[in-house]
T-cell receptor, first 114, second 113 residues
């Protein structure tokens, strides 16, 4: 089975621009979660989607948004980019939203904001 | 504020030696505690997951322990290998939080010859 894939792997943007990141979960997985990882803050939860519905949301501003499609693929969008948005964005998929479901992470998208 | 703190922040050991990483958490109530291994430039990979009622869980040379009373967990690595060099992250799931995970800042382990 193919693992979680994320595209693009690397991205360079300038302040004020917007960006869209894509995540394809493992086949059969219906839950997709997004995380931001920075050296200072570590890994932080952004949001979780299940069956095209946002189930949980972390403490990030409204500039961060996401969506999930009927095939479980997910995208996250960051508008009006700031320097502090430079980070590794990780996507993880699981079979459901159960608390003991194992999450499988993708390789991440490295976003650099100049 | 829910927090997960890990120690030490970084650690260097010789190949073949054992080591123990610590995790203290204040997340409450929690459903499970996980340990992940993250290689540089890669996504985290799950090593163990323990519910609040479990005390220990092993995965090969990795053994995790959990004391829910003191809110402490440890990850013991036996007979370390060069490939164990990575960041080890302790993660706690809030009860009722679905897949909303609270992450520790990690311990950076380097195994040298």
């Amino acid at each position: 089975k193919a693992g979680v894939t994320q595209t693009p792997r690397y991205l360079i943007k300038t302040r004020g621009q917007q960006v869209t990141l894509s995540c394809s979960p493992i086949s059969g997985h219906r839950s997709v979660s997004w995380y931001q990882q920075t050296p200072g803050q570590g890994l932080q939860f952004l949001f979780e989607y299940f069956s095209e519905t946002q189930r949980n949301k972390g403490n990030f501003p409204g500039r961060f948004s996401g969506r999930q499609f009927s095939n479980s693929r997910s995208e996250m969008n960051v508008s009006t980019l700031e320097l502090g948005d430079s980070a590794l964005y990780l996507c993880a998929s699981s079979t459901g939203t159960g608390i003991n479901n194992e999450q499988f992470f993708g390789p991440g998208t490295r976003l650099t904001v100049l | 504020k829910n927090q997960v703190e890990q120690s030490p922040q970084s650690l260097i050991i010789l190949e073949g030696k054992n080591c123990t990483l610590q995790c203290n958490y204040t997340v409450s109530p929690f459903s499970n505690l996980r340990w992940y291994k993250q290689d540089t430039g890669r996504g985290p990979v799950s090593l163990t997951i323990m519910t609040f009622s479990e005390n220990t869980k092993s995965n090969g040379r990795y053994t995790a322990t959990l004391d829910a009373d003191t809110k402490q967990s440890s990850l013991h690595i036996t007979a370390s290998q060069l490939s164990d060099s990575a960041s080890y992250i302790c993660v706690v799931t809030l009860t009722g939080g679905g897949n909303k995970l609270t992450f520790g800042t990690g311990t950076q382990l380097k195994v040298e010859l």
